[in-house]
């Protein structure tokens, strides 16, 4: 057999499949498609491994971060929670352009099903990287580990925004009164204020700033998905179908088409 016809037959069986494929996307998540066809021509992206051409998944709640420091994460949080949406731990990050997560893994075209909404911070592309807020941030290596353990616990218990920050000051009177940090509120006075100016940066850089249910014009804009299930489908798969094949019926491009 040819390697002609090898791959044509392959290309007909993969479109017979992926035919398959966009009907249940089509039927099981009829309300992101309805959105879809009604709002924009772009889809939702995300890099993932380990997944085969597709297929569906449940959200993970217990999201840790991977570079922010988690002082930091809890606040962006707690400010999120403060805006009327889900935090980042149970958001499932999307993008709007095929390329950008390719670092994440293999790109996958995504699919909420049943309900669904979602959001991205105007104005911020990656709250992590815009806003220097790593784990090993030059700001937060100035201080003391016991002071940095110290403020990290007591933060992690903050209620809300303001109550993040009563503990932020409370951190700084406690550990001034140990042996270890006798002199430590004055001595640290430009380095506190610029920590301060830090935290108050990510507030002011969320607050009022969610845009939820639109499609950012910006395609680096993160966007963060909520929902329980998504279908996901491998998009350089998908779009190699229509590359392949020719000719094709309007009714069969119908079938392919979400």
Avoid at 54 to 61: A, C, N, P, Y
Wanted: charged share 30%; proline share 3%; aromatic share 14%.
């Amino acid at each position: 057999m040819s390697k002609l016809v090898q791959l044509v037959e392959s290309s007909l069986s993969d479109k017979e499949t992926v035919i398959k494929q966009v009907a249940t996307i089509k039927k099981e998540c009829a309300p992101f498609i309805k959105y879809l066809r009604k709002n924009t021509d772009r889809l939702l992206f995300r890099g993932m491994r380990g997944k085969k051409e597709f297929g569906i998944q449940t959200r993970r709640k217990d999201r840790q971060p991977l570079n922010t420091h988690p002082m930091y994460d809890k606040l962006i949080n707690l400010a999120l929670d403060e805006e009327g949406v889900i935090t980042r731990n149970e958001g499932i990050f999307c993008a709007i352009n095929p390329y950008q997560p390719q670092e994440f893994g293999k790109v996958y075209a995504i699919f909420p099903k049943g309900k669904f909404d979602f959001y991205y911070v105007d104005g911020i592309s990656d709250i992590t990287f815009d806003l220097q807020l790593a784990k090993h941030d030059e700001v937060v290596q100035t201080f003391p580990k016991g002071f940095m353990d110290l403020l990290t616990s007591y933060a992690l218990k903050a209620r809300d925004v303001e109550n993040f920050f009563d503990k932020y000051y409370d951190s700084i009177l406690e550990y001034s009164e140990t042996e270890e940090g006798d002199g430590f509120q004055w001595g640290n006075k430009y380095e506190l204020d610029d920590l301060k100016y830090k935290l108050d940066k990510i507030v002011s850089s969320i607050k009022g700033k969610v845009v939820k249910n639109k499609f950012p014009r910006n395609d680096k804009y993160e966007i963060v998905l909520n929902t329980d299930k998504y279908y996901y489908i491998d998009w350089e798969w998908y779009t190699n179908i229509a590359v392949i094949m020719t000719g094709l019926s309007k009714e069969e491009k119908d079938l392919l088409t979400f």
